[in-house]
Nanobody, 115 residues
Framework: QVQLVESGGGLVQAGGSLRLSCAAS????????MTWYRQAPGKQRDLVAG???????NYADSVKGRFTISGDTAKNTVYLQMNSLKPEDTAVYYC?????????WGQGTQVTVSS
């Protein structure tokens, strides 16, 4: 069982930055993969960025060059640094963990980017 708690969302102007945090209840080094997803109103939940226990990362094309995913094993926390935010980045952002073939989700954190 893995509990995930997201934080760091908020309201920001276009061009601004936010850093989201996802705190896990166990060592992220032992979790196979952690991923940030987002869901805008009326749309499906889409992958934003992911990181494996080995440190490999991947990003959605729409955020490449603007967002960076990273992990702090000492704090059992994965971060999503979001720069050059756009109104289309507005969504609820969810943290996901894949651990021993089971999927776990956080409660989500709202990110709103004003134009």
């Amino acid at each position: 069982q893995v509990q995930l708690v997201e934080s760091g969302g908020g309201l920001v102007q276009a061009g601004g930055s936010l850093r989201l945090s996802c705190a896990a209840s166990k060592s992220i080094f032992s979790i196979n993969r952690m991923t940030w997803y987002r869901q805008a109103p009326g749309k499906q939940r889409d992958l934003v960025a992911g990181i494996t226990s080995g440190g490999s990362t991947n990003y959605a094309d729409s955020v490449k060059g603007r967002f960076t995913i990273s992990g702090d094993t000492a704090k059992n926390t994965v971060y999503l640094q979001m720069n050059s935010l756009k109104p289309e980045d507005t969504a609820v952002y969810y943290c996901n963990a894949v651990d021993n073939w089971k999927y776990y989700w956080g409660q989500g954190t709202q990110v709103t980017v004003s134009s």
